[in-house]
């Protein structure tokens, strides 16, 4: 990654954060997210080093590679004025509304800014927070797809997807970062302590990725982060969930809001079967 790059992307950090007061939790919230891409940056380039399966890319897929994940949450700037808008506006917006889509925001704020402009990287940008089936059905993997340059574009795609999720987990991990987000700050104490909803529950076991729109108790949001299990798409970083302590440490979490042996067992041996071929 090129020094103009981060500078880039800080340019549009500090304008978002000028517009928010420094004592507001989107203020918190942005600073969070500078940090985020810095460290999803960081985790992509060692899934690069590690993963047989981009052991053959070279420099040009290298720097677009590094471009697409320090610049993935690019939109999260954007979205933060405008939901701190909506809140001093008294306009109520839920925390899983897609009405600021920060993929979106963040696939326009790009698309005509050199470097950035390349489908490899803007496939990314727009895709690497949507579910699977929506990205093959959206007008630009139908471009990718008819493109030489598609191959690449879906392995960096992938690429940011698993980083993303990768980075997140070590914060929640290390930060219990599921207790200061902001779907926690805007549950009620009821949903708090509820445990896992039906809905949620039938897309877990059907091994789905559970969407954030359905997510009711806190405890849903704990197994939508179990469920990332079923969206990773190397090796490594299937590994990595179990190895590295996330799988155990977010059981443990969840058995204190969901306390249900059989479930629980359940989750353990349906987050074991994506290793069994
Ligand atoms: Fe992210």
């Known amino acids: 990654m090129m020094k103009e790059d981060l500078i880039t992307l800080k340019k549009f950090y500090l304008q978002a954060v000028a517009q928010i007061p420094a004592d507001s939790f989107f203020h918190e919230s942005i600073n969070h997210k500078f940090c985020h891409s810095v460290a999803v940056w960081q985790t992509g380039r060692k899934i690069m080093t590690q993963t047989p399966e981009l052991a053959d890319i ?24 405008c939901r701190y808008r909506a809140m001093q506006q008294k306009i109520s917006v839920s925390a899983a509304s897609n009405k600021y889509d920060h993929g979106f925001i963040g696939y326009d704020l790009l698309k005509d800014l050199p470097p950035y402009n390349d489908l490899r990287i803007l496939l990314a940008i727009k895709y690497h927070g949507k579910m699977m089936e929506e990205v093959r059905a959206s007008e ?38 599921l207790q200061h987000d902001i779907f926690f700050k805007l549950l009620s104490d009821e949903a708090r302590h509820a445990p896992i909803s039906a809905v949620v529950w039938q897309q ?11 997510l009711h108790s806190f405890a849903d ?11 990773l798409n ?13 799988a155990r440490f977010l059981l443990n979490e969840l058995a204190k809001y969901h306390p249900n042996n059989n479930d629980l067992d359940r989750i353990t041996l349906l987050i074991s079967s994506i290793f069994i071929k």
Do not use: C
């Open 140 to 177: 630009l993997w139908q471009q990718a797809e008819q493109s030489p340059l598609g191959n690449d574009a879906g392995k960096i795609l992938y690429l940011v997807r698993d980083a993303d999720k990768l980075a997140n987990l070590e914060v929640i991990k290390t930060q219990n970062h």
């Open 221 to 231: 949001r704990i197994l939508m982060v179990l469920s990332w299990i079923f969206d």
């Open 234 to 246: 190397y090796q490594y970083t299937k590994k990595a969930f179990i190895s590295d302590g996330y």
């Open 58 to 81: 070279d420099a040009e897929f290298k720097t677009l590679a590094e471009r697409a994940l320090l610049f993935h949450d690019v939109g999260r700037f954007h979205e933060a004025v």
């Open 204 to 214: 877990f076991l059907a091994r789905q990725t559970i969407i954030f729109t359905d």
